[in-house]
């Protein structure tokens, strides 16, 4: 069963012009068209999403995890609107109440969130982070693993990507332990260590280890909060896996899908704010603050969270059902919330998401599965029924003769691709992950 739109050649036709157009005056051919998908999309509501044809998708990873309440979330909506009616929406002063007010709401959630400064994205985030463990230390190597936005510093040992004059005191220890020590003994003092939690391969010994590590060379920690902040656990990833970082990342789901975004931590750490400048014009605006308390009220509770969770138990079962009942060596694995799916022969993976985007789920391979709490029951069984059609469909077109069918082997290709990991770490550490 498809849940997409029946479209008609007009309206295919509409939709093509309009992608002539963006692929003229704006889409970049590889990150928004090959790695994502050849669609103008228009709205979006809960868990559906609607392209210019009005062709209709359901989203599995609740907007790239902006929005774990689904997008349009309505009393995140109406708060929107009374405080924009109520303050104007702009003030010429960056302190304002709701930023007192979401600050002193992070401080009672996370522990360590003495103190936060708030910026836009991501990526502002943790440049920010890094600039004050820099500070706050006075050291400026900063050892580092996992994806932490586009700015400068971080593009150190990606791919031949970025500017030759990458920041050469930035060094990426792809989450080996073992290379951390190497990286402190040849380039410390170190002034800081920013890890994004890869929560599906690595457990939470793994990431008490990385700690003491840390600790040892005598760096602050930074745990990368921006995915697992409000969507691993209440309390974020460091909460649940028993760590105590200097300073934390926050973004997606902070504010459902608005952006904004915080540094938070420690009160002696955050004070470095007073020695450098991270001023940025958009803290004066309210809206991403207004989002953000009745976001942060929704997810109160825990109830949204619980619901996602669900949502995420069903699709992982569904998924490992249909891939077992194919022959498939293929799993869906891992913490409910955001869990990820490896094929033993990703050319087939690659096939198979290609076919359930097309018939109207949209995910591609090596994206994380981050259902929203407003994803409906009928649209997750109609996305667990159409993975069957979609594997079929699939295994027709790809040749898997090849394929040996391991999942550590198959783990550790899609780690190294995914986040830039040794194959021995994941082979030292993935039995260990928290895969339910
Ligand atoms: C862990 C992590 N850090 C930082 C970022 C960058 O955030 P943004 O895209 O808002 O700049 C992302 C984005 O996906 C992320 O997942």
């Given at each position: 069963m498809s849940t997409t739109t029946p479209f008609s050649q007009a309206t295919d036709a509409a939709h093509a012009e309009l992608l002539g157009r963006a692929r003229r005056f704006t889409a970049s051919q590889t990150w928004d068209l090959d790695h994502r998908f050849p669609l103008v999309l228009?709205?979006?509501?809960?868990?559906?999403?609607?392209?210019?044809?009005?062709?209709?998708?359901?989203?599995?990873?609740?907007?790239?995890?902006?929005?774990?309440?689904?997008?349009?979330?309505?009393?995140?909506?109406?708060?929107i609107g009374a405080e924009l009616a109520r303050s104007g929406g702009i003030l010429p002063g960056p302190l304002s109440t709701l930023r007192v007010e979401l600050a002193e709401r992070l401080a009672a959630l996370f522990p360590v969130a003495e103190r936060s400064v708030f910026f836009r994205t991501g990526s502002c985030a943790t440049t920010a982070a890094v600039r004050l463990a820099r500070v706050h230390t006075g050291a400026s190597t900063v050892l580092t693993s996992g994806y932490h936005g586009w700015h400068d510093w971080h593009l150190q040992d990606r791919t031949p990507m970025g500017p030759p004059d990458r920041d050469p005191q930035t060094h990426d220890f792809h989450y080996d332990l073992g290379l951390l020590?190497?990286?402190?003994?040849?380039?410390?003092?170190?002034?800081?260590?920013?890890?994004?939690?890869?929560?599906?391969?690595?457990?939470?010994?793994?990431?008490?280890?990385?700690?003491?590590?840390?600790?040892?060379?005598g760096a602050l920690l930074i745990i990368d909060e921006v995915m697992t902040g409000f969507r691993y656990a209440t309390g974020g990833y460091h909460t649940a896996a028993g760590l105590s970082p200097d300073l934390i990342t926050l973004s997606k789901g902070l504010a459902n899908g608005t952006a904004l975004s915080a540094v938070s931590g420690r009160a002696q750490v955050m004070a470095a704010v007073e020695d450098t400048y991270l001023g940025n014009t958009?803290?004066?605006?309210?809206?991403?603050?207004?989002?953000?308390?009745?976001?942060?009220?929704?997810?109160?509770?825990?109830?949204?969270?619980?619901?996602?969770?669900?949502?995420?138990?069903?699709?992982?079962?569904?998924?490992?059902?249909?891939?077992?009942?194919?022959?498939?060596?293929?799993?869906?694995?891992?913490?409910?919330?955001?869990?990820?799916?490896?094929?033993?022969?990703?050319?087939?993976?690659?096939?198979?998401?290609?076919?359930?985007?097309?018939?109207?789920?949209?995910?591609?391979?090596?994206?994380?599965?981050?259902?929203?709490?407003?994803?409906?029951?009928?649209?997750?069984?109609?996305?667990?029924?159409?993975?069957?059609?979609?594997?079929?469909?699939?295994?027709?077109?790809?040749?898997?003769?090849?394929?040996?069918?391991?999942?550590?082997?198959?783990?550790?290709?899609?780690?190294?691709?995914?986040?830039?990991?040794?194959?021995?770490?994941?082979?030292?550490?993935?039995?260990?992950?928290?895969?339910?």
């Open positions: 228009d709205r979006a509501s809960g868990a559906e999403v609607w392209d210019a044809a009005g062709r209709r998708y359901v989203d599995f990873t609740s907007c790239s995890g902006a929005a774990p309440l689904g997008a349009g979330h309505r009393p995140v909506l109406d708060r020590d190497e990286l402190a003994a040849a380039h410390g003092p170190v002034a800081g260590v920013i890890v994004t939690p890869e929560v599906n391969f690595f457990p939470h010994a793994y990431a008490r280890a990385l700690e003491e590590a840390t600790r040892r060379h958009y803290q004066r605006e309210i809206t991403p603050f207004a989002a953000a308390l009745a976001t942060l009220d929704a997810l109160a509770d825990g109830t949204a969270l619980a619901r996602a969770s669900a949502v995420g138990d069903r699709l992982i079962h569904g998924l490992n059902e249909v891939f077992a009942r194919h022959s498939v060596p293929a799993w869906a694995f891992a913490h409910p919330t955001m869990f990820d799916v490896v094929f033993a022969d990703s050319g087939l993976g690659h096939a198979f998401f290609q076919q359930m985007w097309s018939r109207g789920f949209l995910m591609q391979y090596g994206g994380r599965f981050m259902p929203s709490a407003a994803t409906r029951d009928e649209d997750v069984e109609a996305a667990v029924a159409t993975a069957d059609s979609a594997l079929a469909a699939a295994l027709e077109e790809t040749d898997t003769s090849h394929c040996d069918g391991d999942l550590l082997t198959a783990a550790v290709r899609f780690a190294g691709e995914r986040f830039v990991t040794t194959p021995a770490t994941v082979e030292r550490w993935f039995d260990g992950a928290d895969r339910q």
